[in-house]
């Protein structure tokens, strides 16, 4: 019997601000998905340079509320 090996689901969603595109006079931002939260501000900070990022919380009771703030300046907070 074939067993199909599913994704397990992720942890936290990140919004993170980008840019700025001039020609269509809009903010660029970015969606992502993941576990560990020390790797992901790496692997974001080598790809896109950001200017902020907001991470949610995607399982348990607070799915959906604002968990950490990081920006450029002030680092990685704790959302109140």
Same mark, same amino acid.
């Given at each position: 019997?074939? %067993?199909? %090996?599913? %994704?397990?689901? #992720? =942890?936290?969603?990140? *919004?993170? &601000?980008?840019?700025?595109?001039?020609? *269509? =006079? +809009? !903010?660029?931002?970015? &969606?992502? #998905?993941?576990?560990?939260?020390?790797?992901? *501000? +790496?692997?974001?900070? &080598? %790809?896109?340079?950001?200017?902020?990022?907001?991470?949610? !919380? #995607?399982?348990?009771?607070?799915? @959906? =509320?604002? #968990?950490?703030?990081? @920006?450029?300046? =002030?680092? *990685? +907070? +704790?959302?109140?």
């Amino acid at each position: 019997m074939n %067993k199909r %090996k599913t %994704k397990s689901e #992720r =942890k936290f969603t990140a *919004l993170a &601000k980008t840019g700025y595109d001039h020609t *269509l =006079k +809009q !903010d660029i931002f970015v &969606k992502y #998905r993941f576990n560990n939260i020390d790797n992901f *501000l +790496q692997f974001i900070q &080598k %790809k896109h340079n950001p200017l902020y990022i907001n991470i949610y !919380d #995607r399982i348990g009771v607070n799915a @959906g =509320k604002l #968990r950490y703030t990081w @920006g450029r300046t =002030k680092g *990685l +907070q +704790q959302a109140y």
